[in-house]
Each structure stands twice: as structure tokens, then as C-alpha cells.
């Protein structure tokens, strides 16, 4: 029996990095501090049943198991007959396999896209455009007073990001903690979030982007000549600018209601546009609430790698960047891809119809831990290991903090890390041999 | 690989040569007295010099990263495709990883050294430093708003605060102590500033005298090969000039444990202006040059301004606010708990600018009052000033005061009116320029194996491909600007990488770091403290923070012994 | 004024990067130089030729050459990108980044155009006959400085976002727009048929122009009165319009919509 | 019944995908519609009935669920997963993002029909390959 302390959960964007971990003969006997879904996804490693431990080939419509070598000479063959292959996903893998990722696109030709294009791509349009006034949590739970959630629900998306971050934790400077802050919800719906809050405040759907403006008029000392805007009165509008001008630390954290409602990313510019303004009379941050444990780590990778953030051609051999072009559901609505490489995630589940219903007359490979759909459709799949409970890796948090997940267990035999696999296509790929270096960190 | 540089002009100042033609041998990747059956490179009628070593320039980190995530519109320029050797590439004020590392071995240079690394953030410095090739490299890591940092030195711990820079370089896999406007990146945190040496940072009680101080008397008891690498308070202020004169004085009560100064104070273009508002902006240079003239303890970095649109960033929080207020564009901001504030905005230096013309004039105005060379070190601050690759267009500037006068006439009427330049005759010669570039960096980071190439020294060789008896800088600075930009070879860790300004071969680097140790027991004390402070204010667990050596190139601690600190 | 005449052939599903279509690149060069330009489809390099027949006279100055695209390509995209001179007639439709960077000369598109046409125009003329995409006349992302200079007309309807970043040089879209026409514009005139809602979202200077209604008026925008007939940056506007200012979200905000009075 | 709808995550959706999504939980978390309880009676639904969603891409049957978070007439909710996508729109608007929020759909009772499973679902709309 072995018990690990300080164990990062790999599952959302809030990387909770005091989880404890109990492992007798390769098993999870007990998990400690996490919430529900990371508890579940740390149990879960140990359930063969619901995971896939041999890699499969399609042959004759369907799919049969298969050597790994056969898996891995089979994706090399689809992706180098491609002419535009399309890698995504990658938003539930470490960024050593993002690293070799890009380095496989560059090679192919093909067009890289990771999750971000249907969670926070908005956001990204938007920070080109304004900025981005943010922080690190620790600053938030030190010195936060006024913490607003739009358009976000961490009760469901985020268990542990309010007792871990915002409300609830003691700061140097929050002595008492909750009772130290205030908290104010905006969105559609009255959330379980919403429910804790101290205001709750109800916005029509796809006005967001009005009652922005509304408050951006009011904070910048002009007057609001409307009764209400978005369905928020006008003594509320003026009300609440007051009270973010007054915080000493305000934070705005924004979810998938701002970047995936009408609007879009014009709804995260003026939000940014916002806490600028907000910067005149006080200290203002904002924060996107992402999602997957490492979305943020592609992104980072992928910038400094290839200079932009997600959604990137390298058909040329160049990268060119250009979102609703170069995005994933584009590429597949416009039917141009004729490969894909699906990687740390399930775009059958989660992309609209249109889209899968291309991907579905191509060849696709998919790696991943456990059946999708997605592994459903494809053509080989191939399993692997799950990061931050089977192998090592690097991830980076919802405010790009980067840490180092660890391996607490051995994955099934024969089952390989996501890098592991990526290098063995992308040699193939290149016909070389395997370099003969084991797995490093980076 | 063993080599031959024959009959070059080789300028290698630490060694006292001044461009005699002699020949270079190497083996295994250091220079050699003498050497057998090696590979002869003809350099006759080429300046040889040590390879470039770059002492402050952001190449790697998050800021960096918010910068390209901010400014895809900087990444549709410089694009290459991949080759058979090199990758894909692109970015202009902030290159990517890859490009970082083609364009500096271009330029000659075989190690540099990140600006500014946030601890918490250290493990994506280094992750970004990992997809640099071509380079040695270090990082300079914040500690002038560390919490820990100020509390000690308020207290008076002098011995604890040396305790714990010494952790924190080796947790952050860092290489010196940067301070980057003591107190006030503290102050941003509520959205404030310090504004003089003695406004006392919120909550802390301490001033940034206080810290600059404490920094720069832990940094000797340490003996840390690099002194203090101070970015002082107010930049980019008007009349910020008398605050950057007291700064100069505030650590002259400290020894140096090395032969090198007390403090380097960084960009000091940046800290040079006089005038009481933006119309009445004039250059100070002359007086800060005058302070460093007189001064042992101080050096600086020029960080240069050359015209054209860039990216500025900094650990300074407060001022990248005040510089995306004046100019109304997009503006980064990340406060980071217990240790720094840094933000990011894009800038354009106009030549239509009085402004710009005045800062572009005053980086060369303090090159050029600076008598001895060993004190100015070249740098743009890279972005902030320029590019690091406009290097050469300032190599020639300095060698050409004919260029000077040819740029000043483009260039807004302020820079003739408000500063000294248009006076100054002095025109640097290759041997100044070799001090400046690597020489006089290697020095001051106390890299006893670069900048030189005495034997024993790293073989990390600079070839361009510029006859000194054919050349005259001054006439043909164009020739200069040209030459500097293309190495004809560099030479890394023996081999060569560049050929004909092409890259012949991509090598990685080493990551250079310090592992200081200090007393057992005032180590003990240090962790009980540092373990309370981390479970109740930081946001990750102190068994997560420490930068594994994975993630280096090549780790290369430097070892020291401070066990006489107790 | 000669005329080459590229004929479509089969165009390929993975979009076909043609940036060489431009008088700039043909002028001076023989036909069979021009069949030989290099064209991208996928991680593909491919010849003009394999996709057009190629045939006409080849004028020597830009300015001297027009090219006719006798036919749709829908899959093309970058057609006339950073021309300087000379006139391009698509007697079809056409996909995205048309005339994008385009510097001067004529583009005339005779059936619609994709997104992001007009990305970064500084002069010239833009006319598209059919409807236009979104980001008509947009910035590149990140791109403050937005189109500077030149003319787009629409005779159809445009998508999101027209005018993006707009920093000089008129847009005329006769039809309607969707969402945020004229966000982010700093200077330069955007006249549109009618509109939906957020014109003008974000606007700091620049006059917008609706001849039609609108939808819904942001909440920061200010009314500032009737106008008659009303001359704006030298084109005269007939009717009774109702101006406001905006965006006053922003600070300082010097921009001015027009919107006809119903 | 004219209703906007909204897809998106929720806790079960989080811990029922981490255990694979060829199981029960994966079905009972994500093949939900949460109504507003006026809206419920105003269409005749219990909770626990089978209800069909139909939008312009396509239709699915699913469970329908009272919301806790009403009142909010009008506003429909599906957790995310394949049950939601086979009815979002595709239009990205060149941004890249799909509609995955605001979508205008059509509420009927399905009583008693079944809900597929994700596998059966995805076999069903989308032709498996030969």
C-alpha cells in the first residue's frame, strides 16, 4: 500500500494539487479531498472493463483487435495519404504530448485545433482584440472582496474552484473568508452557484453583450437613459457598477455562457473592455473558467511553439491562423479534411451534427483511454494511459499556472502514454526509426 | 569536433586582443591551446569574437506567451516554412521558440538570458527555454515583491531572506536575483504604485530602499555569481531621471563578494528622461551617464529603442497600465500571488514621435558618456526597446555617428533639441563593440568559461565576415548593420551551427542554474516558515512549486557554497 | 487593356489557396508562366493550370491586365490578394479573402464572396454583385489598424462583423448586415441597407449610415437629434435621419450612426 | 412548444463521462431536457416522460426533467454530449464556435418512446462506415 499526498487531479481546469491517493497492488483504494467527478475519474482508472486495453484496426466495417505495431503502421498510412488531415482534441493530455503533436502536424501538413475552438476559442478572439486583465487564484483568494460568476456554473463545471479559490478559502488579506467577500452571479438560469450567491442577477438570453455595454456606460460616468436593459432594471445596472467601482479586488470569472451564447466573442471583449474600465477607479481582474484540466497547456504550447493558440494550418508548412477558417468545425463543415486524428477527446459527442457528419466519411484515428462514440466511428483506435494517474506530465490551470502531474499507478500492461504513441506514428510517419531515448519530460 | 579558426582578426577583450590575427583551436567543445587533424575555417579578413552572450532579453515565460496569444496580428510576419533542419516559424516582436533560438545564433550569439521569471511561473520559463535551440541560457527570477522577501528583510533577517533566495533559485531553477520596481508590483495588487524610494508598499510596512538594499547584501553573502539585476522604480516616468540617481546610490554601502558591480541597472534608457510632462520630455542621459561614470558598484544595459512597432513587457504592472492608458491599445495584466505583477501592451516608436525620437536618442547618448565599455552592456530589452535582432542597426549607430546624423534627420526634431546626441563625435570600434555584446556580459553574470576565448573558455565562436583593415564602420555602417546581422559561422559548444547566415545544424543548449547552499539549521527554520506561508496563502502545495530538472536543457547547476551563512 | 481568361476547372474539396490570381503576378508573363504559378490545396502544391484554363493576352504593367474568371470558385480563396493595379471580373462566385491587402486596381465579383473579404484593404475597389460574407472588409486578428483605404460595395446582404477595426475607406452594403457592423471602427464610413442589432458595438470614431431600420440600438448609444438630408464624408444621404453617438461604453467616443427615420 | 435552447455541463454529465460513455449513468446524466415547470404543464410532460426535441438539423428523444434552476420559461437545458449535438446548429459564423446555446427548437410529447443509448444513437444518424 502507498499513499501519495499533493496528488494533482487531472480532470478540470482548477488542477486541485492536495489530493491524497491510496494504491494497494496497482489499484485506488481510497482518494482524498477530491470532488465528485475527480474522485470518480481516479476510481475509474481502475475499471478495465469501461477502458479499452488493445488496440483496434477496422477491417471489413468492423473493429478488431489488433498488434500495436499494425495500429500505429495503419494511422501512419491514413494520416500520410492525407492532404488535409485534421489533429484534435488534445485538452486531456500533458503538453509533452502537445509538443510532439504540432511537431506531427508540421510534418503532415495538417490542421491542429484542440478544444478551445468550442469552449473558450471566443475568448481568444477577444483577448486579441482588448487583452487580458487577469490574475493567479492565490491572488484572488487573498485579496478578492467582490467575485462575480457570468455566464459560469463551478458548482457543476468546477466542484472544488469556490472553496479552493474564491469564496470560501481564508486569504492573507480575507482573514474570515466568505464573510470577508461578496459574491454576485449573472446568467439565464438560477445555477446551484447562483444559489450560494449573495445577488443573483437574471439576464435575458443573448443580451449579455447589451447589459456589458449598459454597465460600461454607467462605470465611464455616462448616463443610462433605458428602463431596463437585458432584463436588469436600471437602478440594479447602476447599482452593481457602483459596487464593482467600490471593490478593493473585484473578479469577474466568465464561462461558456458568454463565449458559447449570441454574441460570442464580442460578449468577452466587452467583458474585457469592462474590467479596463473598472482599472481607472479600482484594482479589476477577469478570468475565463476552462475547462479541461490542460486546455490552457495547448494553447501555451501551441503559442510559443507556432505563434497562436488553437486552430492552426500547416498545410503550407508554415502555420496560418485564422478562426473560422482554420477551426476544426469550419474545416469539417466545409468537408475539406480527409484524415483525422482525434486525440484526449470525443468531438462525436460534443461537435455538432454537421461536423460529425464528415468526419464520418473519413478515415479517423482515435487515442484515448475509455470507449466514445468518437472511438466508435473510427478506423484504428488506440488506447493510453491516463496523465496525472499513469504517467507524468505536464498541465497548465485555468490561469496558466503550469504543474507537474504525477504517475501514483501503473497503467495495463501493453498500454502506452499519449507521447509514447505520437512519437511511434510521427516516426513511422517520417520512416525513421523509433529514437531509442526513453520518455522525457520534455 | 575539433577546429581551426585560421587567420582571423580576433577581438577578445577579456583576453586584451584587439583584433590581431591569430588562430582559434578547438576540441570537445572548449577552446584549446593546440590541436590535431581538426577542420580548418579560412578567417582571414573576418572579425573574430567570442560568441554573443545576451544578459537581459524576454524570450521565454508567460508574458511572453500573453504577448503571441495577444498578437497573432505579429504573428503573420517573419514566417519560414519548416525545413529539413529547422521548424516552422513566425512572430516579429515576439518571435517563437524555435525562430528565438535561429535568429540569435545568426547574430552570433550562443547564450542568453531570460528577463524575468515569476517562481511560480518558472516551470513554463523553462518549458519555453527547453524549445529554445541554439542557446545556453538562465533566468533572471523576480524576488523585489516576494512576499517572503520583504518580510524578512523588515524584519531584519538578513541571513533568513538569504536562506530563502537561495531555495528559491534552486526551486525556480533560477540563475540571479532580478527586482523589477521594488514594492510596486506589490502595490498593483490593490492597483497602486510606489513612486519613490521611501513610499512604503501596502500592508508591508518596507520601502524599496529597503529592499534594494536587502537584495543587494544577500546577494554578496551569497556571493551569486551575478549581481542584482535591478529594474528600477518609475520607468518610462517623466523626469524619472532623480529617482534612478538615488537608486544608484542605495546599495554603495555593499561590497562585492566578485569582481564585478553591486547592481546592474537595467534599461537604463528607460530610466533616463527629464522634463516635468510629456511636452517638455527631454534626455538625462548625461547625467545618469555622468553617475555611472562615477560609480564602481554600478553598471547598466542600455536597452535601446529602435523605431517601429513592438511589444512591451515587463514584471511592472503599474506602468504597462500607464503605457496602454497613454496609448489606448490592448493591454495584458497578471498579478501573481506572493511574487509579481506583470502586464503587456503593444507600442509603436514613431519617428514622428518627440517622444520616441527623445528615448531612441538617449539609449545611444548613455552609450556613448559611459567611458569604459565594461559598464554600458548592449540590450533593446527585447521587446521592449526593439527586437533583439535590430542589434546590428545599433552596432552600426555606435560606430557611425555619420549614421546617427543620417537617422536623426528622419526622425522628429526632439531628439536634436532635447538630448546631447547630435554632440557626441565618439564612435565605437570592434574591440568596444565585443566588450558590449558579450565581454562585458559575461562579466557581469560572472560566466567565467564565455565571453573570452582564452583557453579553457566554452568554444562558442562569433565569424563575421568584416575586414577591419578594409572596413571603415564609420563610412560603410551599412556594410556594418549587414554583417552583424549573418554570422559567415557560429560556433556553439564546438560545432558549427550557422554557416553563411544559414543554420547548418540545430543543436540544444544548456540551462544554467544556482544551487546555493546555506547552513542546515537555517535551512530548517526557513522551510517551517516558508511550509505555514504556502498552505495558507499560495494556491499550489509547496511539494508542487519546485521546477524539476526534467525540464532543463542540459541542467547545469552552479554550485556554491553560502554554508557560512547561518 | 488585355485580358487573360481563366476557365474553372474541377476545384479541389480542401480549398484552393490562389493568391497568384492578381494582375500584379500575370502582367508580364507568358501564358504558359502563368499556368506554371503555384497554387495550395491541403499540405499540396499544385500549378494554376491544374485547375483553369489559362488563355488571352498578357498585358506587361498591371495596370494594362484584366482577368476574367469565366465561372464559380466557390472553393478558391485569396483571389487579387495585395494587388496593386488592374482589374479581376469573377463571373461567378467566389470564397474567401477576396482582395484581401488589395492596395488598388478593381475587383469585380459578379456572384457572392466568403469571409473576410476586403481583410485589410488600402485601396482600390472591392464590388461584389451577390451577397458578401462575414468580416466584409475586416482587420487580421488582433489587427487594430483595420482596413485603411479604398472602396467595397455590396449589391446583396453581408454576414457578421462588417468592417471590423474599420480605419479609413468606405463600405457600402446596398442589402442588409447581420450582428456588430462597424465593431471596433475607428474611422471611415459604413453605409448599409439595413441592419440587426449592435451596429456600431464598440465604436470609437467613423460615421455608420443604415438607409433602412434597425433592429435594436445598443443601450450605450446617444440620441443626438434629426438630420435632413444629411452630407457625410461627401455623399449626400436623402431623407430624415436620426443620429446618435457612440459607442459610449468607450471612453471618449467619437463615432456617429445614422439611421433612417421610418 | 417554441423553446431557446441550451446545452452545456453539468456535475453527473463530469463524473458519468469520466467513467466511459457506453454506460447507463452516461444515458441518465446527459439524455435530459430540464424545463421550466410551466412550461412542463403547459406541454402536458411529467417528470420522467420521454419528450422529442426537433430543431433544423434534426431530432432526438430524451427525457424530460423539471429544472431546478426556474424560473426560466422559455429557456431549455440538455447537458452537453452526443444526445444535444445531434440537433445543434452548425453555423459557426466564421469564429469557429458552433451554436451550442440560444438554439430555437420545438418541444413535442414522446411518451414511452425509447432513448437510445449513445451508441444506438450514433449508429443511427450517422451511416456507420463499410
Same mark, same amino acid.
Given at each position: ?10 480532470f ?23 470532488c465528485r467527478i475527480g474522485t470518480a475519474k481516479f476510481f475509474a482508472s481502475n475499471d478495465?472493463e469501461h477502458r ?46 502537445? +509538443? ?33 486583465? +487577469? ?21 457543476h ?8 479559490? +474564491? ?93 458559447? +451564447? ?84 470525443d468531438?462525436?459527442s ?19 483511454i475509455h470507449p466514445t462514440p ?69 | ?28 567543445? @572548449? ?185 543587494? @547584501? ?156 565594461? @559598464? ?122 550557422? @554557416? ?67 | ?262 | ?8 455541463r453539468t456535475v453527473a454529465q463530469g463524473e458519468a463521462m469520466e467513467k466511459g460513455k457506453t454506460g447507463e449513468d452516461f444515458k441518465r446524466a446527459c439524455a435530459v ?15 420522467g ?13 430524451v427525457v424530460?426533467k ?12 440538455i447537458p452537453m454530449g452526443p444526445w444535444a ?30 432513448v437510445l443509448s449513445a451508441e444506438e444513437l ?9
Open positions: 500500500m502507498h499513499r501519495y499526498t499533493d496528488v494533482i487531479c487531472s478540470c481546469g482548477t488542477l486541485c494539487d492536495d489530493i491524497e491517493v491510496v494504491v494497494e497492488d496497482n489499484r485506488i483504494v481510497d482518494v482524498k479531498h477530491a478495465y479499452i486495453l488493445k488496440p483496434m484496426v477496422r477491417k471489413n466495417g468492423k473493429l478488431v483487435e489488433a498488434s500495436l505495431d499494425e495500429a500505429v503502421e495503419r494511422a501512419a498510412e491514413i494520416l500520410k495519404s492525407a492532404t488535409k488531415p485534421l489533429l484534435y482534441g488534445w485538452s486531456s493530455t500533458s503538453c509533452e504530448a502537445h +509538443s510532439v503533436g504540432i511537431e506531427l502536424a508540421e510534418e503532415l501538413g495538417g490542421v491542429i485545433d484542440n478544444t478551445t475552438t468550442v469552449c473558450h476559442g471566443p475568448s481568444a478572439l477577444a483577448i486579441h482584440d482588448a487583452g487580458y486583465i +487577469s490574475c493567479t487564484l492565490g491572488e484572488v483568494k487573498n485579496r478578492a472582496d467582490l467575485i462575480i460568476y457570468w455566464g459560469a456554473n463551478p458548482m463545471g468546477h466542484p472544488r474552484h469556490l472553496s479552493r479559490y +474564491s469564496i470560501f478559502p481564508r486569504g492573507y488579506f480575507r482573514e474570515r473568508g466568505q464573510q470577508d467577500r461578496e459574491l454576485i452571479v449573472i446568467d439565464v438560469r438560477k445555477t446551484d452557484t447562483a444559489k450560494i450567491a449573495n445577488k443573483f442577477i437574471r439576464v435575458n438570453y443573448g443580451e449579455d453583450y447589451e447589459l456589458i455595454s449598459a454597465l460600461r456606460k454607467v462605470v465611464n460616468g455616462g448616463e443610462l437613459h433605458q428602463e431596463s436593459v437585458a432584463g436588469v432594471p436600471r437602478e440594479e445596472i447602476i447599482a452593481l457598477a457602483e459596487k464593482m467601482k467600490n471593490a478593493q479586488f473585484g473578479v469577474l470569472f466568465f464561462g461558456m455562457g458568454l463565449t458559447q +451564447s449570441y454574441g460570442r466573442h464580442r460578449n468577452i471583449d466587452n467583458a474585457i473592455c469592462l474590467v479596463r474600465d473598472l482599472n481607472t477607479h479600482t484594482k479589476f481582474v477577469i478570468m475565463a473558467m476552462r475547462g479541461h484540466y490542460n486546455v490552457v497547456g495547448f494553447n501555451e504550447v501551441l503559442s510559443w511553439q507556432a505563434g497562436f493558440p488553437f486552430a492552426v494550418d500547416m498545410g503550407r508548412g508554415f502555420a496560418w491562423y485564422n478562426p473560422g477558417e482554420t477551426t476544426a468545425n469550419d474545416v469539417l463543415q466545409r468537408g475539406e479534411c480527409d484524415a483525422a486524428l482525434i486525440i484526449a477527446s468531438p462525436v460534443h461537435f455538432p451534427r454537421k461536423s460529425i457528419e464528415h468526419l464520418a466519411k473519413i478515415p479517423i484515428i482515435a487515442i484515448d468518437t472511438t466508435q466511428l473510427a478506423d484504428v483506435v488506440i488506447p493510453s494511459a491516463i496523465v496525472g494517474i499513469e504517467v507524468d506530465g505536464t498541465a497548465y490551470r485555468m490561469d496558466a499556472v503550469p504543474l507537474r502531474l504525477r504517475k501514483v499507478k501503473e497503467p495495463p500492461e501493453g498500454v502506452l502514454s499519449d507521447v509514447e504513441i505520437l512519437r511511434r506514428i510521427l516516426a513511422k510517419v517520417r520512416g525513421e526509426q523509433l529514437a531509442a531515448k526513453a520518455e522525457v519530460a520534455r | 569536433m575539433k577546429l581551426i579558426l585560421k587567420n582571423g582578426f580576433v577581438y577578445d577583450p577579456l583576453n586584451g586582443i584587439n583584433g590581431e590575427k591569430m588562430d582559434i583551436c578547438i576540441e570537445d567543445g @572548449k577552446i584549446v591551446e593546440d590541436v590535431k587533424d581538426a577542420k580548418v575555417i579560412d578567417c582571414s579578413g573576418k572579425v573574430v569574437m567570442p560568441g554573443g552572450v545576451e544578459i537581459h532579453s524576454h524570450i521565454a515565460g508567460g508574458k511572453v506567451n500573453v504577448g503571441r496569444l495577444m498578437r497573432p496580428e505579429d504573428h503573420i510576419k517573419n514566417v519560414m516554412p519548416k525545413t529539413r533542419l529547422t521548424r516552422a516559424v513566425n512572430g516579429y516582436s515576439t518571435p517563437s521558440t524555435f525562430l528565438t533560438g535561429y535568429l540569435y545564433a545568426k547574430l552570433g550569439y550562443t547564450t542568453a538570458f531570460t528577463a524575468a521569471m515569476p517562481p511560480l511561473m518558472a516551470r513554463h520559463t523553462h518549458e519555453e527555454l527547453h524549445d529554445i535551440p541554439m542557446l545556453d541560457k538562465g533566468a533572471l527570477t523576480l524576488m523585489g515583491n516576494n512576499w517572503f522577501v520583504m518580510r524578512y528583510l523588515k524584519r531584519g533577517d538578513v541571513e533568513l531572506a538569504a536562506a530563502f533566495v537561495a531555495w528559491l533559485l534552486k526551486a525556480a531553477k533560477g540563475y540571479a536575483i532580478k527586482v523589477v520596481n521594488p514594492g510596486g508590483g506589490e502595490a498593483w495588487g490593490w492597483g497602486r504604485d510606489v513612486r519613490s524610494l521611501d513610499d512604503p508598499v501596502p500592508h508591508f510596512d518596507i520601502t524599496p530602499r529597503e529592499i534594494i538594499s536587502g537584495l543587494a @547584501k544577500v546577494n554578496e553573502m551569497l556571493s551569486l555569481p551575478h549581481s542584482i539585476h535591478l529594474h528600477a522604480n518609475n520607468l518610462g516616468r517623466v523626469g524619472n531621471y532623480v529617482t534612478t540617481l538615488e537608486t544608484m546610490e542605495v546599495p554603495n554601502g555593499t561590497k562585492p563578494a566578485r569582481e564585478r558591480q553591486v547592481v546592474q541597472l537595467t534599461h537604463a534608457q528607460f530610466h533616463s528622461y527629464g522634463g516635468d510632462s510629456w511636452r517638455t520630455f527631454a534626455s538625462e542621459a548625461e547625467s545618469i551617464a555622468k553617475a555611472v561614470n562615477n560609480n564602481e558598484n554600478v553598471i547598466i544595459d542600455i536597452g535601446q529603442v529602435v523605431f517601429g512597432d513592438t511589444t512591451t513587457m515587463t514584471a511592472d504592472g503599474p506602468m504597462e497600465y500607464y503605457l496602454s492608458s497613454l496609448t489606448g491599445l490592448k493591454w495584458a495584466n497578471k498579478n501573481i500571488e506572493l511574487e509579481t505583477s506583470p502586464g503587456v501592451t503593444p507600442f509603436v516608436y514613431s519617428k514622428r514621435s518627440p517622444v520616441s525620437a527623445v528615448q531612441w536618442a538617449v539609449g545611444l547618448e548613455l552609450a556613448l558618456h559611459i567611458k569604459d565599455p565594461f @559598464k554600458v552592456l548592449l540590450t533593446t530589452d527585447h521587446p521592449n526597446g526593439a527586437p533583439f535582432f535590430k542589434y546590428p542597426t545599433i552596432i552600426a549607430w555606435l560606430m557611425s555617428a555619420r549614421y546617427r546624423e543620417e537617422t536623426m534627420k528622419e526622425v522628429h526634431g526632439a531628439a536634436q533639441k532635447n538630448t546631447t546626441l547630435a554632440t557626441i563625435d565618439r564612435e565605437y570600434d570592434f574591440y568596444e563593440i565585443a566588450v558590449i555584446t558579450r565581454a562585458g556580459q559575461a562579466k557581469s553574470l560572472g560566466l567565467a568559461e564565455k565571453g573570452h576565448l582564452g583557453v579553457g573558455a566554452d568554444a562558442d565562436v562569433a565569424v563575421y565576415d568584416l575586414n577591419p583593415e578594409e572596413v571603415d564602420p564609420s563610412r560603410d555602417y551599412k556594410l556594418i548593420e549587414e554583417k552583424f546581422a549573418r554570422t559567415s559561422y557560429t560556433i556553439k559548444g564546438g560545432e558549427i551551427v550557422v @554557416k553563411d547566415g544559414e543554420i547548418v545544424k540545430v543543436v540544444d543548449g544548456r540551462t544554467l542554474y544556482i544551487d546555493a547552499k546555506v547552513d542546515e539549521g537555517l535551512e530548517r527554520e526557513l522551510m517551517r516558515d516558508i511550509d505555514y506561508y504556502f498552505k495558507r496563502f499560495y494556491s499550489v502545495n509547496l511539494a508542487n512549486y519546485p521546477v524539476q530538472e526534467v525540464y532543463l536543457t542540459n541542467p547545469t547547476p552552479v554550485q556554491i557554497d553560502a554554508s557560512n551563512v547561518r | 487593356m488585355q485580358e487573360v481568361v481563366l476557365t474553372p476547372k474541377e476545384q479541389p474539396s480542401y480549398g484552393l489557396i490562389a493568391e497568384c490570381i492578381s494582375c500584379d503576378v500575370f502582367a508580364g508573363k507568358s501564358i504558359e508562366e502563368i499556368e506554371a504559378l503555384p497554387v495550395y490545396y491541403g499540405n499540396k502544391q499544385g500549378k494554376l493550370g491544374d485547375f483553369f484554363d489559362v488563355s488571352g493576352e498578357v498585358a506587361s504593367s498591371a495596370e494594362e491586365m484584366r482577368i476574367v474568371i469565366a465561372g464559380d470558385v466557390t472553393k478558391t480563396r485569396w483571389i487579387g490578394r495585395e494587388m496593386s493595379a488592374g482589374e479581376i471580373v469573377v463571373k461567378g462566385s467566389a470564397e474567401m479573402y477576396v482582395g484581401a491587402w488589395m492596395r488598388g486596381g478593381r475587383i469585380v465579383v459578379e456572384g457572392d464572396v466568403g469571409a473576410f473579404s476586403g481583410m485589410l484593404m488600402r485601396g482600390g475597389e472591392l464590388r461584389v454583385e451577390g451577397n458578401a460574407g462575414d468580416y466584409l472588409g475586416c482587420s487580421y486578428r488582433g489587427e487594430w489598424r483595420g482596413m485603411s483605404g479604398g472602396t467595397i460595395i455590396v449589391e446583396g446582404n453581408a454576414g457578421m462583423e462588417v468592417g471590423q477595426n474599420l480605419n479609413g475607406g468606405r463600405i457600402f452594403v446596398k442589402g442588409s448586415v447581420e450582428s456588430f457592423a462597424g465593431v471596433r471602427m475607428k474611422k471611415g464610413l459604413l453605409v448599409v441597407g439595413s441592419a440587426t442589432d449592435r451596429v456600431g458595438a464598440q465604436m470609437t470614431g467613423g460615421t455608420i449610415v443604415v438607409l433602412g431600420s434597425i433592429l435594436r440600438l445598443l443601450p450605450s448609444f446617444d440620441f443626438a437629434g434629426e438630420v435632413e438630408n444629411p452630407e457625410i464624408d461627401g455623399e449626400s444621404f436623402e431623407g430624415v435621419f436620426k443620429k446618435y453617438t457612440g459607442d459610449h461604453a468607450e471612453r471618449n467616443a467619437k463615432g456617429v450612426l445614422y439611421v433612417r427615420k421610418e | 412548444m417554441e423553446i431557446t435552447l441550451i446545452t452545456g431536457i430540464e424545463l421550466d415547470p410551466e412550461d412542463m404543464s403547459k406541454l402536458g410532460a411529467y417528470d416522460d420521454e419528450v422529442r426535441v426537433r430543431t433544423s438539423e434534426g431530432e432526438v428523444v424530460a423539471k429544472s431546478r434552476d426556474a424560473p426560466h420559461p422559455g429557456v431549455a437545458f449535438n445531434v440537433i445543434v446548429g452548425g453555423d459557426t459564423e466564421s469564429t469557429g464556435m458552433p451554436p451550442f446555446k440560444g438554439i430555437k427548437a420545438e418541444i413535442t410529447l414522446a411518451k414511452g418512446e425509447r450514433i449508429a443511427q444518424v450517422y451511416k456507420l462506415k463499410e
